[in-house]
């Protein structure tokens, strides 16, 4: 393999600097996401149990105790409980975009990388060409196979090298995306269901106050 990277050139290390960029990126925004999500059926039972009993503060505690954007939005939303179901909505969709940028960040780096890859593999194989020619212009008319072979061998090297690490990135980047949008549908999913039980609880403690 090392043999086989020396023969594409400088063109070919750079593909593979590229691809372990790509591969640490992945690594470290795969772990970021897989932690910020939390089952978020158990995790807002619990905070409703809470809110049913009117003990704002613990559920308080426990977002600040769980991990993720779900928990922060919940919390958002518990912070303005006081002051009716619209203003906790409005708390957590401002929560919300706050969080965005957060769980895209370098994301769509992947996509640069499998561009830059690609680009490099064909920068590799123009130079591996440049250099059979070469070769050929200088042996000519007494040209053998293993002239040509070398220049030959580092074009292809680059080309297939630079091919499988944009394929590599690109795919990790659709992952990563995917991840992003699931947790964005329980971001949705949390402010529906935690708006609405507040809204049932403001009604709750009207009929209650209203109770002769």
């Known amino acids: 393999m090392m043999t086989w990277l020396r023969e594409g050139g400088p063109a070919a290390w750079s593909i593979i600097a590229v691809g372990a960029a790509a591969t640490g990126v992945f690594i470290e925004r795969w772990l970021f996401l897989r932690r910020a999500r939390v089952p978020i059926d158990d995790f807002l039972q619990g905070i409703f149990n809470v809110v049913r009993r009117r003990n704002l503060l613990e ?48 994301v769509d780096s992947l996509a640069g990388m499998a561009r830059l890859a690609s680009v490099l593999g064909m920068l590799g194989s123009v130079l591996g060409l440049m250099q059979s020619l070469d070769a050929l212009h200088r042996r000519a008319p007494l040209v053998h196979a293993g ?44 402010l529906g269901r935690v708006t609405e039980e507040l809204d049932r609880e403001d009604a709750r403690r009207a009929r209650r106050d209203g109770a002769p």
Do not use: F, H, N, Y
């Open 59 to 106: 559920g308080i505690a426990l977002c600040d105790e769980t991990p993720g954007p779900v928990a922060r939005l919940v919390r958002a939303a518990l912070l303005k409980a006081g002051e009716g179901g619209a203003a906790a909505r409005a708390a957590m969709i401002e929560s919300g975009s706050a969080e965005l940028p957060g769980l895209e960040q370098r």
């Open 147 to 190: 002239d040509l072979a070398r220049g030959l061998w580092s074009a292809l090297m680059c080309a297939a090298l630079g091919l499988a690490v944009a394929a590599m990135a690109w795919a990790g980047r659709q992952v990563l995306v995917g991840m992003v949008e699931a947790l964005v549908v329980d971001m949705e999913e949390a």
